[in-house]
């Protein structure tokens, strides 16, 4: 039970926080230019949208809830379980960010899906 | 190079980044988290210094700086590449979780559980076939 929900606030809070994330960056742009200066330039817009704050929080609440867990599960465990959010994640990324998600897609994240459960049972 | 073909290397190189920072990140954050002791009460009277002594390892802190690096990687292809294509294909971290788990760690992997990830991986071959960018530039 407690792994039960320690396990959800990393899918939820890392796809959550991921999705903002990403909204974030798109609002943003590409980025073409990776020396430092340019890197830090581009962290310091992020910085300056909400969304960036939003995607902060709920991944710093994953993080714990990761280390959590990690003081008495295997990492070879938890850190595929964590796959779960693959799911959450197309999902997301389709309704929240209007990606499309092909067929081809779906089937990979499936298959992910199926190799999360055969993790649990081993 | 035509653009599209350096479009699929650039975010190759920055999806390699991701799951090497990714992964050394987690195996760091659980060597440490091992000798804190176990999280046993949801009280924040115990939760705060849990934390604290979570805080005091040295092998967490290099975990975090790693899982940064980790951060900084996925952010910047993030502003290129969907996230539905990123987030399956860094998934190859999870195969090589349980491969440093099995060596670094000595971690118990059962055969179920190979197949488990070796599945997720066949997941992620299919996923990384379909191309990086599927929404229009802002």
Redesign the interface.
């Given at each position: 039970m407690r792994d039960a929900i320690l396990l959800f606030v990393i899918v939820c809070g890392g796809t959550g926080g991921?999705?903002a994330?990403?909204r974030a960056?798109?609002?943003?742009?590409?980025?073409h230019d990776?020396s430092p200066r340019n890197?830090f330039r581009?962290a310091m817009r992020?910085v300056q949208r909400p969304w960036m704050w939003c995607g902060i929080v709920l991944?710093a609440l994953a993080?714990?809830a990761?280390?959590?867990?990690?003081?008495?599960e295997?990492?070879?465990?938890?850190?595929?379980v964590?796959?779960l959010?693959?799911a959450a994640?197309?999902l997301?990324?389709?309704v929240l960010?209007?990606?499309?998600?092909?067929a081809?897609?779906w089937?990979?994240?499936?298959?992910?899906?199926?190799?999360?459960?055969?993790?649990?049972?081993? | 190079m035509k653009p599209e073909a350096r479009l699929h290397l650039k975010t190759s190189i920055l999806i390699f980044f991701v799951i090497m920072f990714g992964?050394l990140g987690?195996?760091s954050?659980?060597k440490g988290?091992?000798h804190?002791?176990?999280?046993s009460s949801w009280r924040p009277g115990d939760v705060m210094p849990?934390?604290a002594r979570?805080l005091e390892s040295g092998m967490?802190w290099l975990g975090i700086l790693l899982?940064i690096l980790f951060?900084?990687a996925?952010?910047?292809v993030?502003?290129?590449a969907?996230?539905?294509?990123v987030?399956?294909a860094s998934?190859i971290?999870?195969g090589v979780?349980?491969v440093l788990?099995?060596f670094l760690?000595g971690?118990?992997?059962?055969?179920?559980?190979?197949?488990?990830?070796?599945?997720?991986?066949?997941?992620?071959?299919?996923?990384?076939?379909?191309p990086p960018r599927?929404?229009e530039?802002?």
């Open positions: 991921e999705i994330v990403a960056m798109k609002q943003i742009g590409e980025v990776f890197i581009v992020a991944m993080f714990f990761l280390l959590a867990i990690l003081s008495w295997n990492v070879s465990f938890v850190v595929p964590t796959a959010s693959y994640g197309a997301g990324g389709k960010l209007g990606e499309r998600v092909s081809v897609r089937l990979g994240v499936g298959l992910v899906c199926v190799g999360v459960m055969l993790v649990c049972l081993g | 992964s987690n195996i954050l659980s988290m091992k804190v002791g176990t999280f849990f934390l979570a967490v899982l951060f900084v996925y952010t910047l993030l502003s290129w969907d996230y539905s294509f987030q399956p998934s971290g999870y979780v349980a788990g099995y760690l971690e118990a992997v059962t055969s179920t559980r190979w197949i488990g990830v070796a599945v997720i991986c066949l997941g992620v071959f299919l996923v990384s076939q379909t599927t929404t530039q802002a």
